[in-house]
């Protein structure tokens, strides 16, 4: 199987490159710029790929909403065009979406028959985008969340992590209920999904469980042995962003469970295999 992935130096996208024992092109934006349809269609017609993966996204969450027109060329406009680039070659779509297409009202997991309700432009580029991925002849619409474990070190696991490791105060949300997600686990969820050729479909790719950010900021002190003091507690209420965040994001993935014919690893696994690849770093 031959994967052509776009957005190959972003967080999920590297795990593609990094570690998988299919053939894997990873191009990053500096070989493509997936808003210029021409250019993406020559890169996809050269590589023939058996699965177009787009690991690309405008994920500024605030600053899409002053900047509308990029979050729709990226999020929504390009996707409309990487599925047509998959159209031309025969290729199998894969697509990341996101827990930010509902609006944080709920209080249980939402599942994909949940109605999306963005409260954001970032949100309402995601769903557009995931709407135009249906147009390939074979795809899937994965939605992730509060990724970590990329080699960039940027997600919210890391910046508790290495607060805790240094001994200084970092502020975690006691009340933004997520499914932390591992890129491997993501990944390796992907992967299963095309080896056992499950129909095109809308899948929650998370880890299993959910906690507030309070907890999971508890778990990673455990793991570390560091102090829980040290996690400064915060409500999103008192903290003012430009874009809505929803509250309650928690995903279920039993419909992803049920197609590659296991439960994914818990966010607790996800978090500690996570972390204890961290130890030895300063
Ligand atoms: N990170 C999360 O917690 C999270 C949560 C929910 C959903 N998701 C979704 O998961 C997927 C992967 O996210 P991620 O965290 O891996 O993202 P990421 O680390 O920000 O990587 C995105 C990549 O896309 C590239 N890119 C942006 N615009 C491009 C363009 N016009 N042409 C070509 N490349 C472009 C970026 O390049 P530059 O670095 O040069 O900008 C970057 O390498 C995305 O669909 C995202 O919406 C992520």
Known sequence: MKLLVVGAAGQLGSTFVDGTAHEVVG???????????????????????????????????????????TA?????????????????????????????VFDGEASAPYDEDSRARPVSVYGCSKL????????????????????????????????????LREGRQT????????????????????????????????????NSGAATWAEVGRHIADLLGARHDLLTLTSVKDVSLRARRPVYCALSNARLAQAVGHPLPTWQDAVSRYVSTLSGQA
């Open 27 to 69: 191009l990053t934006r500096a070989d493509v710029d997936v808003t210029d349809q021409a250019s993406l269609f020559a890169a996809v017609d050269r590589a023939r790929p058996d699965v177009l993966v787009n690991c690309t996204a405008y994920n500024n969450v605030d600053g899409a909403e002053d900047d509308v027109a």
């Open 72 to 100: 729709l060329a990226v999020n929504s406009i390009a996707v409309r065009a990487m599925a047509a680039a998959a159209i031309r070659v025969g290729a199998t779509f894969v697509h990341y979406s996101t827990d930010f």
């Open 128 to 163: 557009l985008g995931e709407w135009f991925a249906r147009d390939a002849p074979r795809w899937y619409v994965l939605r992730v969340e509060s990724l970590f474990g990329g080699r960039q070190a940027r997600s919210s696991v890391d910046k508790i992590a290495s607060a």
């Open 171 to 206: 502020p975690v949300f006691m009340d933004r209920v997520v499914t932390p997600s591992y890129v491997m686990d993501v990944r390796d969820a992907t992967l299963a999904l095309l080896a056992r050729d499950v129909p095109s479909g809308l899948f929650h790719c998370v």
